[in-house]
Each structure stands twice: as C-alpha cells, then as structure tokens.
C-alpha cells in the first residue's frame, strides 16, 4: 500500500497501473522483433544470485543486456523449475504500420512509466529505451526489487561498489563504498595506488548484494557481469583502468563521434577536436555552444575487461566484507573522515548521507541534497522501515560485523583548496 512505498516512492493503485498498462501494452510491440531474454543477476551457480526473465522489443536492450547482466541459454539453463524468476515487461511505444520507417531513437514521450510492484514481484516499463528504465535487471531488479526481497528475506541490497584493498604486508580488505552521484565513485571502484606496495582489485562499481555466510561473516556479491558508466569526465587520467575497459567489445551511448569515425566525450581528452558529430547527429565545432556528449551519455562495458578485475569477482559465495565507507561531497561541516562507534551509530551515518550540488542543472550550486545510504532514488520500500532493516541486521552477524566509516573527500580549506592529501 502507500504507507509500505513511503514519502520517497511514486506510489500508485497496483490493480489501477496494471490496467493502464495492460492497455499501453496491446499491440505495442506491433511492426517490430520481440525478444525473450532469461538472464541472471550474480554468478552463475550462485546460491544468492536471482534470475529473471525480460520480454522487450528493443534490440539496444538486448545487447546491453548480454554484456550488464549473464544472458541467453547459460543462464535458461541454470534456472530451476522451481525457482522464482522476475517477469520484467518492457516496450519502447512505437509501434510501425507496415512501410512505416523507423526512427533513430524509438521511444513514448507522452506515455512514460516504469512501474515496480515488489508483492507480485514484477517490473513493467513502457516508453523508454534507455538505461535503467529498459535494462530491467539494472535498478529495477537489483536494487528496487530486490531490496524488498532482502528485507522479507534476511539480505542487504545496496547501491554500492565492492573493492579488494590489499596492504604491503599482504593482507586483503574488502570494502563497500556508498556515495551519491559526483563523488567519484566508480573512479574508487578501479583505482590505481599510488602509495607504494597497495593494490586495489574491483569486484563491483555499482550495486552489492549481501549476505551472512555460514561463518557469520558478511559476504557481497556484485549482481551484473558489466559497466555502464557516465562517460563524460571519464579519461586515462580520471580513470585509466575504466578507458581500458573500454577499448572493445563496448556500447557507446548519446557520445560524440569524430570524422574518422572514432567516440569522443567532454575531459576525454586534453585538446578538443576540431570538429565532432555530436550525439544528436548534428555538424559540432568547439565555438558551436553545445555539449558534443550528453552529460549523461555511456558506456556499457564488460566487467571481466577491467584490468584491476579481482579474481574472486565471481566467486559464488562472495566476498567477505570487512567494512563500509559512506559519504558524500561537502566543502565544509563534515570532517575527512571518522569511524562509527558502533553498528547502529554506522546507521545514522548512513542515513545522513548529503551532498552540495555541483552544476546549475541539478539545482542551485552549494545547495545540499540528502540522499540516505545513497537508496533515495532505489528503495524499493519505505525509507523508515529501510533504515529498521538496517538496525535489525546486526542481530544476524554477531561480533563479526563490519566496521563502518564516513569519509569527506571534498572538504577544503579557508582558501578553497582541498584538505584530503589524495587530491594533489
């Protein structure tokens, strides 16, 4: 009901929605191919790993698909009879008559909705092809849905990265890292030390599952096989290991392309091409007054690329986590960082994540926005019963919960410098 989805949820009548949708959804697919994909969230085998199944009509959500999430007959085949699978619906709106011709980018403008419905479960999305309205495995299933699953179930979903941090001495941390957008967290994700004798392997740079092992440990799994990075900002110096990635075998979305063909982003490069076409089509010079790139333009890559990948990223039964890092990016107030002094004090930290706005499109500049455990926009449930799940959990792990950390990388000092020594 409403009260379950929360002040933060676009709640609707569930019997009302699906007989809107149902009606969208006759004959919508008519004049184009509709395609079945079974796919797998997490390693194949994997006792905490989830399957679905997503029928669609949109060959873009097909190859994003194959490289974000195990698809086709590997994962058909390792679904048990038995075994829950997410009906996850999805039509970009535009069906052809027949000589009709197609356009560059199908889609509904006017008749837009992504709907979750966690008591079934079940995703239904109409009208758009992009990102993680259409890649249902994505947000919706990994995050939205899945956290309603955790909750009823005894596991944490979480919008986090998942790395392996291993001292001189040898020793191995695992960490998951939530923070809002701006904070550099796919960059964390694939960094490269440059203290001596450190070395940092990426499991995930998005989403974590997480469970208690049989050990009484916390274990994370990375839910998709794939990156589907901003690409905008993106460059060997931001992120070396990420531009390696990338280098084939990738999807490019709304980027630029240069006259010999090749893709382009604003802070790709050190000099700007002479001439571009951007990501509308359209003839680009650097004087023109646009974007060459949407600033929220992709690349969709696949993980096992990444050449700081660690070795146990599919490891069936996870990764054991030693702790957790929140935070966000603000100039002052917030310290550098500091540990909590227990699970429920990590919590409110948690729950306290803020960010100041970094561009006039998102807002007004050094305005703050609270996003909680960096789940604002992916709490599939109400945020207070979130949190409740959250206090609750410590029960499951005993003394061998991680510890839990808030860190500031962005503070600076009277003359606006930052004060994190990383930055130099």
Known sequence: DKEDAGPTNNWADPAEMKAKLEALFKGCMKGRTMYVIPFCMGPLGSPYSRYGVQVTDSPYVVVNMKIMARMGSAALNVIPEDRFFLPCMHSVGFPLTRGQKDVPWPCNADNRYICHFPEDPSVMSYGSGYGGNALLGKKCYALRIASTMGRKEGWLAEHCLILGLVSPEGKKYYVCAGFPSACGKTNLAMLVPTL????????????????????????????????????????????????????????????????????????MTKDTPAHLTDWTGQSWTPDCGRKAAHPNSRYTTPAAQCPVIDPDWENPRGVPIDAFIFGGRRAGVVPLIHEAFSWEHGVFLGSIISSEQTAAAEGKVGAVRRDPFAMLPFCGYNMGDYFGHWVDFRKYLGYNSPKIFYVNWFRRDESGRFLWPGFG
């Open 196 to 267: 001596p004798g450190w070395t940092v392997r990426c499991v995930g740079d998005d989403i974590a599952w997480l469970h208690v092992g049989d050990d009484g440990r916390l274990y994370a799994i990375n839910p998709e096989a794939g990156f589907f990075g901003v690409a905008p900002g993106t460059s060997y110096h931001s992120n070396w290991s990420a531009m390696v990635c990338i280098a084939k075998n990738s999807i490019f979305t709304n980027v630029a392309l240069t006259d010999d063909g090749d893709v382009w982003w604003e802070g």
